[in-house]
């Protein structure tokens, strides 16, 4: 069937009933390529892995020092003041729930909180100006090649309640299994773009 080009993910309070629990620690951008493969589970939040994902997620609170030596250890700052900037510039969730649903979107029984869809820059283009024509604003774009799938599509759609674009990662490009000319658009599920998505 191939890979899918649209992920919902719902994060909750109450352990969720009907729908598998997947009991294994992983990066954030690789639960979202199991979804993107057709499976929908979910996990408890203590299973999210990257320590990234885990700050941007609002898992913990970790030392911000501490994680800006492993940005400039993973050569995604040029040293610890400005991976500190660039970290405390970061919308981020303040409190994760106990659980995160990942699943293919649409989904009969599993709603979403934000909605992350893959395609090519004219797929995504072409929603964007629908979008536009649609409701007369702009994708303001919060984008940094740092954190996408957990920061840039999850994070950020989630903290601000707006839609934004994203390249992928070093991280997240391999673990979500993008191809080369693919980019990434998430928005919450009470945005529009839902509604233009659906008028394809």
């Not at 993107?36 to 892995?49: L, M, N, Q, V």
């Not at 994680?67 to 500190?84: I, N, P, Q, R």
């Not at 934000?114 to 090519?120: A, D, E, F, L």
């Not at 740092?146 to 999850?154: K, L, R, S, V």
Request: proline share 6%; with cysteine.
């Amino acid at each position: 069937m191939g890979l899918r080009n649209t992920v919902g993910l719902s994060l909750t309070v109450k352990e969720p009933v009907g729908i598998s629990c997947l009991e294994k620690s992983d990066k954030h951008c690789h639960f979202i390529s199991r979804a993107r493969e057709g499976d929908s589970f979910y996990i408890r939040r203590e299973a999210i892995s990257c320590p990234l994902a885990r700050f941007y997620l609002g898992i913990e609170n970790p030392n911000v020092k501490s994680l800006a030596k492993t940005l400039v250890g993973w050569d995604d700052s040029h040293d610890e003041d400005t991976a500190v900037r660039y970290l405390k510039s970061a919308p981020r969730l303040e409190n994760c729930p106990g659980y995160i649903v990942y699943f293919p979107y649409p989904h009969e029984n599993l709603k979403p909180d934000v909605i992350i869809r893959i395609g090519s820059p004219g797929d995504i283009m072409g929603l964007i100006q629908r979008f536009s024509c649609l409701t007369g604003a702009r994708v303001e774009a919060s984008l940094s090649g740092i954190g996408a799938a957990c920061g840039e599509c999850t994070a950020y759609p989630l903290a601000t309640g707006k839609e934004n674009v994203s390249l992928g990662c070093y991280g997240s490009r391999p673990g979500m299994g993008l191809n080369q000319g693919e980019l990434l658009l998430a928005f919450p599920s009470g945005s529009r773009m839902v509604e233009v998505c659906a008028l394809e």
